[in-house]
């Protein structure tokens, strides 16, 4: 997959999927898959033109997204698709006309089909829609394909359901909707090694500050270290018995593994909430809910 920049000019035609894509849930492969199979059937290249954050943020409404930026690079790339023209959504892009969108797309990505999912909006004041794009479309000699709502669940499936399932707790709900689990990223780095101490030594992650997060609290998780896969338990809060510091944690304890890990990069996926963030009036009450903790974990990964 080629990143192609904001200046690119292309020469050769394209199938252009259109849209925000946080999360990349199933409505979203459905557009892209649509878009890869147009470029197969008429000997052109694909490409997905969408936003490095999100339109709304412009607007003063939601910002934090399922996606950062680095991650949603990395699963295009896994999509098979031959083009990503990603950019920020700015001032320029949120006034332009739905007519200067239109004839960007068509003429400076050389697009010769557009395929957007039946909801797509463009344009200042979000003038566009899917009918004008296939009347502007057709008017200059290129095709539109729309691809129509994806229920699950018995509702739409979109990223604004997914945050909310996510802020909620509701982790298996966010994976039915994604089609994988959610994950956070990051590289490990020094805590303050109090788990240690305590029997429970824990990979430490900073959260990405424009990410999604679900509630504080316990959740059986799996880890992706160095292409394998780990049980494991996570902790997201601050420690009520151990206050030190007012910066959210990611920490996770790894089953079956007790390694130095410093600098590495670990995938952590919530696949479960266990129970919510709370004291304890000793390290030893403390010490006996993580042991809990950890079993509940594997009786889950025995499953």
Not at 18 to 31: K, M, W
Not at 83 to 91: R, T
Not at 119 to 141: E, I
Not at 269 to 279: G, I, K, S, T, V
């Amino acid at each position: 997959m080629q990143i192609v920049t904001e200046n690119t000019i292309f020469q050769t035609h394209t199938v252009v999927a259109l849209g925000t894509f946080d999360g990349l849930h199933h409505a979203h492969c459905r557009i892209i898959e649509r878009a890869k199979e147009i470029a197969r059937q008429k000997g052109l290249c694909s490409m997905v033109y969408t936003f490095s954050n999100l339109p709304s943020a412009h607007f003063g409404g939601e910002q934090y997204m399922l996606f950062t930026e680095k991650e949603k690079i990395q699963n295009f790339a896994k999509m098979g698709i031959d083009y990503l023209c990603i950019q920020p959504f700015d001032g320029s892009i949120a006034h332009q006309s739905r007519e200067a969108f239109m004839e960007e797309v068509l003429n400076r990505l050389h697009a010769k089909v557009l395929v957007a999912g039946y909801n797509f909006r463009f344009g200042d004041g979000a003038a566009g829609d899917v009918a004008f794009l296939q009347q502007y479309a057709s008017a200059h000699g290129a095709e539109a394909a729309i691809i129509d709502r994806v229920d699950l669940e018995g509702d739409a499936v979109s990223s604004t359901r997914i945050r909310a399932a996510v802020r909620a707790g509701k982790m298996e709900l966010a994976e039915h909707l994604l089609g994988y689990p959610y994950a956070i990223t990051g590289e490990i780095v020094h805590g303050r090694e109090v788990g240690r101490t305590l029997g429970f030594p824990t990979a430490n992650i900073y959260a990405p500050k424009e990410k999604v997060m679900p509630p504080n609290g316990v959740y059986i998780a799996r880890v992706w270290l160095e292409g394998k896969a780990f049980g494991g338990i996570t902790n997201i809060g601050r420690r009520p018995t151990l206050r030190n510091g007012e910066d959210i944690s990611i920490e996770t304890n790894i089953l079956q593994l007790d390694a130095e890990l410093y600098g590495k990069t670990i995938r952590v996926e919530l696949l479960r909430f266990l129970r919510p963030e709370q004291p304890f009036h000793n390290l030893q009450a403390l010490q006996q809910a993580i042991a809990r903790d950890k079993e509940q974990a594997r009786l889950f990964f025995e499953k």
